[in-house]
């Protein structure tokens, strides 16, 4: 059936790093791909999004990656900060108001 | 809460008994979601409906009701057949083609 697989599931990298997460999803409908980003005790945001026609976007220190063939996506944050720190989570929509979520990161950025 | 409100924000349910859960938009979207989560865990799909008068079962509907006689508005009722209810409860909405606006979430939990 329908599934996105998120990875990895816990991710602790050191403040000014880079962070990578990534998803697999398994529908080939799939055309939209949003992440979301959820603080503690906090309703997920999104955070951004990608489109199938495009393979790369980018929003200042965040950017998103999409392989179609592979049917790889990913989250990409660079010079990570100590309020990067959250859980993210990727979804796949393959049309119509259906949504696929990944089960979530968490990502710790250490000062 | 950026166009979408839930209430109430904390809930406290008694063994045997019905509670509603509120969720209104003002972003004239047509669909409306409600999603279940557990502490650490990822979202999961109680209901969803994509117009009025109608909606359809999610992953895990048993123990849960809605309904969607206004466009603004998707209440979610926990009935006393859902045996584990405490839960974080997550109301959202969007237009097709488009990321989610989720609202600020009610904590159920059973006394």
């Known amino acids: 059936g329908e599934n996105v697989e998120q990875h990895p599931s816990t991710l602790s990298v050191q403040e000014g790093d880079s962070a990578v997460i990534k998803c697999t999803y398994s529908d080939s409908a799939s055309n939209y791909f949003p992440w979301y980003k959820q603080e503690l005790g906090k309703r997920p945001q999104l955070i951004i999004d990608i489109r199938s026609n495009v393979g790369e976007k980018k929003d200042q220190r965040i950017a998103v990656t999409l392989n179609k063939t592979a049917k790889h996506f990913s989250l990409h944050i660079t010079e990570t900060q100590p309020e990067d720190s959250a859980v993210y989570f990727c979804?796949?929509?393959?049309?119509?108001?259906?949504?696929?979520f990944g089960a979530g990161t968490r990502l710790f950025v250490k000062a | 809460d950026g166009g979408i409100t839930q209430s109430p924000k904390y809930l406290f349910r008694k063994e045997g008994q019905n509670v509603t859960l509120s969720c209104e938009q003002n972003l004239n979207h047509d669909a409306m979601y409600w999603y279940r989560q557990d502490p650490g865990q990822g979202l999961r799909l109680i209901y969803y409906?994509?117009?009025?008068?109608?909606?359809q079962k999610g992953d895990i509907a048993e123990g849960y009701s809605v309904s969607r006689e206004k466009k603004e508005s998707f209440p979610l009722t926990v009935t006393s057949a859902q045996k584990n209810p405490t839960a974080f409860y997550l109301c959202?909405?969007?237009?097709?083609?488009?990321?989610?606006?989720f609202g600020s979430g009610t904590r159920l939990t059973v006394v």
């Open positions: 409906s994509q117009i009025v008068n109608d909606f």
């Open positions: 959202a909405s969007r237009d097709q083609g488009y990321g989610y606006t």
């Open positions: 979804a796949a929509a393959p049309g119509g108001f259906k949504t696929i």
